[in-house]
């Protein structure tokens, strides 16, 4: 060990136990220190430090507090916590603490990377410009993902989030994907490791676990692994990085549990005040690196009682490029937004996108209208009827999840659906788009 390793190496007894939490004298520990819990039997426990008060210590560790003694003595080992990067990562899962969990080779040679750390200086970011297609139509079509973007599924419990989290990451065509499951279900860890393994992209997928009996400080450390592991692929092997992290109102409630173990001062609903500043660092991550990959990240968030205005959806919307509002099973076109998709459609897409998405939703929104007269026994117009035929095949073509179609695909399938049910003169387009693209009299009746 050299003189300057031996010097960041402090021994000490711990004071206090509150739960998970430690506290002890030290000096010369930084925020985010792991250490080493040696209790008095033996056995060694990790920690990471996550508070300073002049020299009171607080440290969270990983297996738990039940058990420890304050005779126990903590090692700090001078360094932030880091996790093991290299190619031979993919198709393996780990836990929390970065350790792996899938019976695999112990990865005890290949290089370790630190955790954390400030995002992406903003001269080496590059305005975003490419598509990342998910094969999703209501994602392709009408809030398209794009490189680099940040943006949360806002989704309530029971819906079918983590299904479509899943079918995107095996549709989307990413180089790499990384996900992060935060106090997931045995059944949802089963079920993302099974999809993933079924559609052929396990090969190139990196997973990180925490189930919901794990310890609760591993929850917290699961974003910062997985984007330490995606900045890298990104950066230095050129790869296009999709994230995919669920869900992130587990991790903030970990976030608040920690706090009142901390005996810090709450704010809104329980939650402490630097949330937003907590989320923005991690979302922040996502980048289009100047001559190299990219990093993207698609997240769960769900909303307790579907309230909107609830802290975690509340401060995700100010940091995110958007969201995708998942509702009644379906993707809502109207509670759905993509801040960055005009970087790409009719760039990246075709020239009847911008036309045919617009159209669309417009008519869909006037079907809305036209069902809600229906509903109450209003006489409905001709128009009405066309409008209601065409809100059933909206749904079943567009809006279910599980429906996959390719870009192009789904645009032809859209000028299906408005000669099915529309006549030229009915979709106030351009001209020259009608022309080469709406289908003629033949196609619309045998359609």
């Given at each position: 060990m050299t003189e300057s390793v031996q010097q960041l190496v402090r021994y000490t007894r711990i004071q206090e136990i509150v739960g998970d939490v430690i506290r002890l004298r030290a000096s010369g520990v930084a925020l985010g220190d792991?250490?080493?819990?040696?209790?008095?039997?033996?056995?060694?426990?990790?920690?990471?430090?996550?508070?300073?008060?002049?020299?009171?210590?607080?440290?969270?560790?990983?297996?738990?507090g039940k058990g420890l003694s304050t005779d126990a003595t903590v090692r700090f080992l001078g360094r932030p916590l880091d996790v093991v990067y290299s190619p031979n990562i993919l198709g393996r899962i780990f836990c929390g603490s970065g350790e792996p969990i899938d019976g695999g080779p112990l990865l005890t040679t290949d290089r370790h990377v630190p955790v954390g750390g400030p995002t992406v200086n903003p001269v080496m970011r590059v305005m975003p410009s490419r598509m990342i297609e998910t094969r999703v139509p209501m994602i392709d079509l009408f809030n398209s993902l794009v490189e680099s973007q940040k943006i949360p599924i806002f989704s309530v419990a029971g819906e079918p989030h983590n299904e479509l989290l899943a079918r995107i990451g095996f549709q989307a065509d990413a180089d790499v994907l990384v996900f992060g499951g935060m106090g997931l279900i045995f059944d949802d860890y089963h079920f993302f490791r099974k999809s993933f393994e079924e559609h052929g992209v396990f090969g190139r997928t990196i997973m990180f676990v925490n189930q919901a009996s794990d310890p609760l400080v591993e929850r917290l450390l699961i974003p910062d692994m997985a984007l330490a592991v995606a900045e890298r692929f990104a950066v230095e092997e050129n790869k296009r990085v999709l994230v995919l992290l669920s869900d992130m109102t587990a991790y903030a409630d970990a976030m608040k549990e920690i706090g009142v173990a901390q005996?810090?001062?709450?704010?809104?609903?329980?939650?402490?005040?630097?949330?937003?500043?907590q989320l923005a660092q991690r979302y922040e991550k996502a980048c289009d690196f100047k001559g190299a990959g990219s990093v993207t990240i698609l997240t769960v968030t769900t909303m307790p009682g579907d309230d909107v205005t609830h802290p975690v959806p509340d401060n995700t919307g100010y940091i995110t490029e958007g969201q995708f509002y998942l509702h009644g099973g379906v993707i809502d076109p109207f509670g759905s937004l993509s801040r960055l998709k005009q970087h790409v459609i009719g760039k990246e897409t075709r020239e009847d996108h911008s036309q045919v998405m617009n159209t669309m939703i417009r008519f869909y929104s006037e079907a809305v209208e036209s069902e809600r007269k229906q509903a109450m026994a209003f006489e409905l117009s001709p128009f009405d009827k066309k409008l209601l035929k065409y809100s059933k095949l909206f749904r079943d073509r567009f809006m279910n999840i599980r429906v996959s179609l390719g870009v192009d695909e789904a645009l032809d399938l859209c000028w299906k659906t408005l000669a099915e049910c529309f006549e030229p003169k009915d979709l106030l387009m351009k001209q020259h788009l009608i022309d080469k693209y709406f289908p003629d009299i033949a196609e619309k009746e045998t359609g």
């Open positions: 792991i250490a080493e819990v040696e209790n008095t039997d033996g056995e060694v426990s990790i920690a990471r430090v996550i508070g300073l008060d002049r020299n009171i210590v607080s440290l969270q560790v990983f297996t738990g005996e810090r001062i709450p704010a809104v609903r329980g939650y402490m005040g630097d949330l937003y500043t």
